[in-house]
Nanobody, 120 residues
Framework: QVQLVESGGGLVQPGGSLRLSCAAS????????MGWYRQAPGKQRELVAT???????NYADSVKGRFTISRENAKNTMYLQMNSLNPEDTAIYYC??????????????WGQGTQVTVSS
C-alpha cells in the first residue's frame, strides 16, 4: 500500500514562514497530481494548491503570492512553502496524492494531517 507522511507543521507568529513536506512510500508505479488541502475547525476541507508530476501548479486565491507548492519526483516528496502567514491560515493541512499502483489502478491517498497554527 501507499503511505503519505507529513512534517513541518507547528506554531508560528503572523508574518512568519513554515515549510511542509509530504513523503510518499510504498509499492507503486508512479505518482500523478499531488495537492495540499486544509481544514479549519468548523469549516470544510478546502484545496490549497496542486502540482502535477511535470511541475504545473495551481493555487487557491487566498494563498496566491504567499505559498509555493513544489515536488521532487526522485524523492517522492512534495513541499509547501508558506510565507507571510496570517491567523486565517490556521488549519490542519493534509497531503493528497493520486497514485498508480502496480496493478495499474489509480487511487487517491491522504496523509494524516499536520497542524499549522498562526498566532501571537
Amino acid at each position: 500500500q501507499v503511505q503519505l507522511v507529513e512534517s513541518g507543521g507547528g506554531l508560528v507568529q503572523p508574518g512568519g514562514s513554515l515549510r511542509l513536506s509530504c513523503a510518499a512510500s510504498g509499492n507503486f508505479l508512479s505518482i500523478g497530481p499531488m495537492g495540499w488541502y486544509r481544514q479549519a475547525p468548523g469549516k470544510q476541507r478546502e484545496l490549497v494548491a496542486t502540482v502535477t508530476s511535470s511541475g504545473s501548479t495551481n493555487y487557491a486565491d487566498s494563498v496566491k503570492g504567499r505559498f509555493t507548492i513544489s515536488r521532487e519526483n526522485a524523492k517522492n516528496t512534495m513541499y509547501l512553502q508558506m510565507n507571510s502567514l496570517n491567523p486565517e491560515d490556521t488549519a490542519i493541512y493534509y497531503c493528497n496524492a493520486a497514485v498508480v499502483l502496480r496493478n495499474l489502478v489509480r487511487r487517491d491517498y491522504w496523509g494524516q494531517g499536520t497542524q499549522v497554527t498562526v498566532s501571537s
